[in-house]
């Protein structure tokens, strides 16, 4: 089974590999980095890498100026929210499918993915249409409607794959032994399929915080999100780059950790169960 | 298994999801193709209160007509098809790297798929201004280092540069695919091609090419699908100046901008009739999986 790997091919594997990582991790780290700088020191040619003054200025400066907490609040409470009830109408579903297949089961899935297919600007004046009648414009509530319509088709596959997995004669044993349906669903179904729903959570998040149609054209100054705050860094000023940085490492660190925890579930929740 | 009872059980239990799906798709949907069918000019007065004049065809043959229709095709399949050839073929090299024995795998991987959780905007403004800044960029010093003239990067080369921060978005998703493909190999059958002699580049082309053909073709088709609405990167670098202009950043700004809402909804009849042409495949693949 084991192939012998000699250590000099190990080596340049792994020399290859780190410098390949590096490069194409670099804009994330040059960005971490300049938002520490001062603004002199972030245009410096040439460029700094690391001796420079450390100083948390630009942060400061960031948040006094366009209240960072409140984007960073309203990204919260869309992406979570957004994502709590997409699970709540989904587990039922994709539950459902899973363990009482019927023949039409393959073909609602389908016509789910579909949905998912259509694209957003087709869809864009009736929604913003809709949203000044209903008054949603600009508002959280219309946000995490949107961001859990346009994300409830992954989480149902997602959950539907998870639940697949779970064998049916667990099930099957716990009915002859007389359990209820209700308890068949407490105290076997979640303890199994928990781990699956929380992969699919945290997949979901991600694609709440980074989505950048929808929170661009449906959101002013209240309910912005930090994809808006960000985008109002477009128009150049002046030197701004260390302050631009400061804001783009607030607005990508919460997520960049939270991927690097789910980076396997990526693959099984953006390929709707295509590739595993 | 199932009885009567559970069975209807069941369709209670899915009925939210697809009741919600269903409106979320008809009712936007039946107003984009009523809109597109109307004269709709929200500044001079037309609202759908006071009803709206029905034009027929025109705004479809108008859309297809203006100058500006053709080029944003083009544009949004040179994007479309730059980002794909280059994430694919990027990225079966970068999944075959991974691969490899080595130490700090598990640092590289998350090393790589980084950029994939970064935000479209947050990437698209460091690549513009950090990057991509003709007088401070970090590429113009690198320019001027090697004695070279900078370059206007969005202006000059403004489709490059977007295919060079989408692309640098979407390596990892290719990637991250590609190499979970890699992965589900059989090893031994390539250490029985191996040991009958056959070369690393043979290998590749009989064995691990085919046996990743599925993951790349759903590859090529999930990125079609976020490719041809790509939005925030046009919105925030060049705002469509310059050439970048794509359908969707075109049928945005006939909606948005000029107000145009009939002819804008035209347009995305244009796009959805796209989209759906290319979510045919997807389906068909994602289908027969279902099956197994």
Known sequence: MARNITTRRKTINTTAAWMVGLLIFFPILWTILTSFKTEAQAINDPPIFLFFDWTLENYAVVQGRSDYMRYLMNSVIIAIGSTIIGIVIAVPAAWSMAFVPSKRTKDILLWMLSTKMLPAVGVLYPIYLLFIQLGLLDSRTGLVIILMLINLPIIVWMLYTYFREIPGEILEAARMDGATLRNEIIYVLTPMALPGIASTILLNIILAWNEAFWTLNLTAAKAGPLTAFIASYSSPEGLFFAKLSAASTMAIAPILILGWFSQKQLVRGLTFGAVK | ?292
């Open chain 2, 1 to 292: 298994m199932a009885t009567q009872h559970s069975r209807s059980a069941a369709r209670l239990m899915m009925a939210p999801a697809v009741i919600v799906l269903l409106g979320w798709m008809l009712v936007p949907l039946s107003m984009t193709l009523f809109f597109s069918f109307k004269k709709y000019l929200p500044l001079r007065g037309d609202s759908v209160a006071n009803g709206l004049d029905w034009v027929g065809f025109a705004n479809y043959t108008r859309f297809v007509g203006s100058s500006s229709f053709w080029p944003s095709v083009q544009a949004t399949l040179i994007i479309v098809g730059g980002v794909l050839v280059i994430t694919v073929i990027l990225g079966i090299l970068l999944a075959l790297l991974l691969d490899q024995p080595m130490w700090g795998q598990g640092i590289v991987r998350i090393l790589v798929i980084s950029p994939f959780f970064v935000m479209p905007t947050v990437s698209a403004l460091v690549w513009k201004n950090m990057f991509m800044d003709p007088v401070n960029g970090i590429l113009a010093h690198l320019f001027k280092f090697f004695g070279a003239e900078p370059v206007q990067w969005l202006s000059q080369a403004s489709m490059e540069s977007i295919i060079m921060i989408v692309s640098w978005q979407w390596l990892p998703f290719a990637t991250l695919i590609l190499l979970t493909a890699i992965q589900s190999l059989d090893s031994e059958q390539l250490e029985a091609a191996e040991m009958d002699g056959a070369p690393t580049l043979k290998r590749f082309w009989f064995i691990i090419l085919p046996h990743m053909s599925r993951a790349i073709t759903v590859v090529i088709l999930i990125q079609t699908i976020f490719l041809l609405s790509i939005f925030a990167e046009i919105f925030v670098t060049t705002a469509g100046a310059f050439g970048t202009k794509t359908l969707t950043y075109l049928i945005f700004q006939r909606v948005l901008e000029s107000q145009n809402v009939g002819l804008g909804s035209a347009g995305g009849v244009y796009a959805i009739i796209l989209a759906n042409i290319v979510a045919i495949f997807l389906m068909r693949i994602v289908g027969k999986n279902l099956d197994t």
